[in-house]
T-cell receptor, first 113, second 113 residues
Framework: EADIYQTPRYLVIGTGKKITLECSQT?????MYWYQQDPGMELHLIHY???????EKGDLSSESTVSRIRTEHFPLTLESARPSHTSQYLC????????????FGQGTRLTVV | AQKVTQAQTEISVVEKEDVTLDCVYE???????LFWYKQPPSGELVFLIR??????QNEISGRYSWNFQKSTSSFNFTITASQVVDSAVYFC??????????FGKGTMLLVSP
């Protein structure tokens, strides 16, 4: 069983609020990722990190930001939430080698009203 | 550029039927890895299998089997004697070099009793 945790699981928040989605893993993985998944199922990579102090933007442009101060922690922040940010957010991590699979958290279902 | 195509958006079968989920990939790399993930209604993506580019052996795990053919750039997934618990979204993914995983758009499998 993968040891990667996301909190909260569900969040309903008003427009304009600042929110942080938490993601932590206990596997010592160097690589971490954030994906956005809309009801159409497709996964969109929005941020990733290859290690501490490394962050990169993914394929899908996002107004969110991330930080990687500790290996195990990769929070995602929205400074001012909008209804267009309503989505499922999935965090994942993987080892350094190319052939290692990614392990996913259970996701955060965000609704901005 | 890498690409993964899952042409089947949704498949519906009746319990005990066999079902094959298709995955076609594109990459210029000679060394790469292919993955299948299952996403049940709970939301978490669960790793199912990894296959590297120089191992074309097919694999069977219980009711699951995978057929990897480099000649057609395909990595298809077959569930034998499907069960209601197999209902989920299934993702095929491709990884190579130090790039992030490239996911297909997913296939939703509905197994009815």
């Amino acid at each position: 069983e993968a040891d990667i945790y996301q909190t909260p699981r569900y969040l309903v928040i008003g427009t304009g609020k600042k929110i942080t989605l938490e993601c932590s893993q206990t596997m010592g993985h160097d690589k971490m990722y954030w994906y956005q998944q809309d009801p159409g199922m497709e996964l969109h990579l929005i941020h990733y990190s290859y290690g501490v102090n490394s962050t990169e933007k993914g394929d899908l442009s996002s107004e969110s930001t991330v930080s990687r101060i500790r290996t195990e922690h990769f929070p995602l922040t929205l400074e001012s939430a909008r209804p267009s940010h309503t989505s499922q957010y999935l965090c994942a991590s993987s080892g350094r080698a190319m052939n290692t699979e990614a392990f996913f958290g259970q996701g955060t279902r965000l609704t901005v009203v | 550029a890498q690409k993964v195509t899952q042409a089947q958006t949704e498949i519906s079968v009746v319990e005990k039927e066999d079902v094959t989920l298709d995955c076609v990939y594109e990459t210029r790399d000679t060394t790469y890895y292919l993955f299948w993930y299952k996403q049940p209604p709970s939301g978490e993506l669960v790793f199912l299998i990894r296959r590297n580019s120089f191992d074309e052996q097919n694999e069977i795990s219980g009711r699951y089997s995978w057929n990897f053919q480099k000649s057609t750039s395909s990595f298809n997934f077959t569930i034998t004697a499907s069960q209601v618990v197999d209902s989920a979204v299934y993702f095929c993914a491709l990884g190579s070099g130090y790039s992030t995983l490239t996911f297909g758009k997913g296939t939703m499998l509905l197994v009815s009793p």
